[in-house]
């Protein structure tokens, strides 16, 4: 496992001004906000980005996707020892914006620890969790997709779901990390998840298009750092 | 139109020994060839090596792959802004390796043109080169899947094939640069290509995995340079 | 090419009431009508049910959907045999809905017309038609997503786009029928569409869900008789 | 659940000879059989011939594939309803040679049950049985894609793989019915599967191909019938 628990994690998806030299300039102000409050962050920035950010910061980096692959024919693939070598160190898997079958989600599991990326998984439900419990991801992320882009923070709203995923990991995965997204953007919802006892969380519309992503995120990594 | 022609196209494909360090290693090669021969080289990396090999080359840059999407949500997804911001000056859309729909080839083409990236869209056969004449990609690369990755150089096995080519895109497409390839990958098979009458040829497994690259390239850059 | 023209097709989808039993019903509706007022109806019912309607009525049936597989292995494809063996005349191709690569639409427009299938392919643009009249298929269904199930009849709203369609088809595809779709579920509404030169239309949801079918079919199918 | 176990299945997949009369002539072959021996025998015939089969003959039928469409669009999709209503009592789903996303094998075991299918899901190794065993199928399908069309018969030659995964079933998921295939197409390589436990076995090219089905299948047929 390499990512650093308990963390924050920021999605770039492909929002305005989150690739390249304004990516770059994203990532800079995180890691100020890291160093300032001493909170984890991890950043997913895009595909073509990784190894700047890897080696312009000091934060994980992960990718957000990965092909299943093995090193030879697969034009346009993401070979997992290609993301790692510029800098990932964990890869994301079965979004809700780009699916997965369930023989690519094994095997893509497979591949990335194979080579050393922590295999990130995302799920629906609780039951989708126990399913891909069933690979041994490295962390399983809970995100409804019905939440993401929103302001319905899962842990406020929901907290019972929370509750219950927990509790099926407790059951069948131990070792698996579990981070929730989906709305939970304010300092605030992302205390209640920390409390609910989640060991990451994350956001991505509500810190790349924030007006002040350095403010919101200062208040956030102290709610971090107080559980580190 | 941001490619030279005529030139040689290298597709680093996820073969072994094409990515990181290894990838640009590659590159740097290519770019002594390129030097020493005056021939145009295109090189095709993977989406993580894309920045580091455009900038620490002069040889221009092609993406793999490209996704049809705008800047916002798409986690995953490989937006043409940034593959462009990264240093890409073309993308390649519609390889037999990653087939796409006949709507999102109409998408990717008008996006990647959109960035001001040149849209290569690949086909197995005239009448599918005649089909993705209709969106007026900048290139059409004819590729037979049953020769990729073989040494049977179709500007050897079925000249007349190619000639059919032109002759359609002279019909249809006049606009629209052809590049060969499937085996083509000694120097007496571009020479042949050429006298074809197409405006590039390439090659991936033959070169990414050859023992010696640099004399393959050589005698390859000495035929696309007596054309320039 | 199987069909006659000119025509109004009804697809089915999967609508409420259109499958099994019921879904007869509504074929014997519609031959009924076609019995009173001399016009072609062409009906597109759910795949299980292509042999129960073929059989029970006197109407052409097409299939909603096909595979572009040969006999062999291929778990829960829809083999073109298979489907012409049940009474199908023709198949769907690359529906908005189920969309197709650019490689299956080539492949399936040849393994229907090898087996006597009429190839429909779905369209959403000029640019696209273009593209697919390269196959020789031998009908395009115009139809541009954003009309469909809707009451915004792009023969009223939009006969420019109706006769840039034709006029491609006549210089590129003389031989390939066209018909319109995308909210025509009026009787004026195909009048005008058969006016700008169309070879057919037809509708879905308007017919599937409509309160009273049979006299909404009666005035369209006198429309359609009058060109007949 | 609505299949009888144990049982032996045949997949009629879209091998020649299958589909139409000749795919009814043999299920009324295996009738026969069942009949004769009493054994009973579940067929899983081509979309299309559903309904012919499912009337024809008394044995059940199982639909090849199936999509997680609710009543209303989805041209060319296969409704749970309207297989249902054909004759069908289960669908198969995540089949090798269709492989399902994660978040659509759940929605399909959700819309299989919900109109009363048995939902049959195949999988290739214990982890991924593991994984689908969250959502409580009725059937787990256990087929390795390597054995699939060889005479390598999984019980003769791993049976230590089978016993795993009728002891995982056993943990997690006592109520699913497990069955086996891969190259399972003799009285002897049956009779070792249902020894070690399975509720069911099968075959499809095998059968489907054989110069003499109705000798091979009274065979199997006398071992089904001695175990129930």
Request: aromatic share 4%; glycine share 10%; net charge negative.
């Given at each position: 496992?390499n990512?650093?628990?308990?963390?924050?994690?920021?999605?770039?998806k492909?929002?305005?001004?989150?690739w390249?030299?304004?990516?770059?300039?994203?990532?800079e102000?995180?890691?100020?906000?890291?160093?300032?409050?001493?909170?984890?962050?991890?950043?997913t920035?895009?595909?073509?980005d990784?190894?700047?950010?890897a080696r312009?910061?000091d934060?994980?980096?992960?990718?957000p996707?990965v092909?299943?692959?093995?090193?030879?024919r697969?034009?346009?693939?993401l070979?997992?020892?290609?993301?790692?070598?510029?800098?990932?160190?964990?890869a994301?898997?079965?979004?809700?914006?780009?699916?997965?079958?369930?023989a690519d989600?094994?095997?893509k599991?497979?591949?990335?620890?194979?080579?050393?990326?922590d295999?990130?998984?995302?799920?629906?439900?609780?039951?989708m969790?126990r399913?891909?419990?069933a690979?041994?991801p490295?962390?399983?992320?809970f995100?409804?997709?019905?939440?993401?882009?929103?302001?319905?923070a899962?842990?406020?709203?929901?907290?019972?779901?929370?509750e219950?995923?927990?509790?099926?990991?407790?059951?069948?995965?131990?070792?698996?990390?579990?981070r929730?997204?989906?709305?939970?953007?304010?300092a605030e919802?992302?205390?209640?998840?920390?409390?609910?006892?989640?060991?990451?969380?994350?956001?991505?519309s509500?810190?790349?298009?924030?007006?002040d992503?350095?403010?919101?995120?200062?208040?956030?990594?102290e709610?971090?750092?107080?559980?580190?």
């Open positions: 496992m990512l650093p628990y308990p963390h924050f994690q920021i999605n770039y492909v929002y305005p001004g989150t390249g030299a304004d990516g770059l300039a994203l990532a102000k995180v890691e100020q906000v890291s160093d300032e409050t001493g909170a984890n962050f991890v950043l920035p895009q595909v073509p990784i190894r700047l950010v312009e910061t934060l994980p980096v992960t990718a996707a092909d299943p692959v093995e090193p030879g697969g034009m346009g693939k070979l997992p020892e290609a993301l790692a070598e510029a800098g990932a160190v964990g994301v898997i079965n979004h809700a914006e780009n699916r997965d079958t369930l989600i094994e095997r599991i497979d591949r990335c620890q194979a080579v050393g990326l295999a990130i998984v995302c799920v629906d439900s609780v039951a969790g399913a891909v419990a690979f041994e490295d962390q399983l992320l995100e409804r997709p019905g939440d993401i882009s929103t302001d319905r899962i842990s406020r709203s929901h907290p019972d779901r929370i219950a995923f927990l509790a099926m990991r407790d059951e069948v995965a131990p070792d698996t990390k579990v929730v997204g989906g709305g939970i953007s304010t919802a992302v205390d209640r998840a920390f409390e609910l006892g989640v060991d990451a969380t994350g956001a991505a509500a810190i790349a298009t924030a007006d992503p350095a403010n919101q995120l200062r208040k956030i990594g709610v971090v750092a107080a559980l580190s």
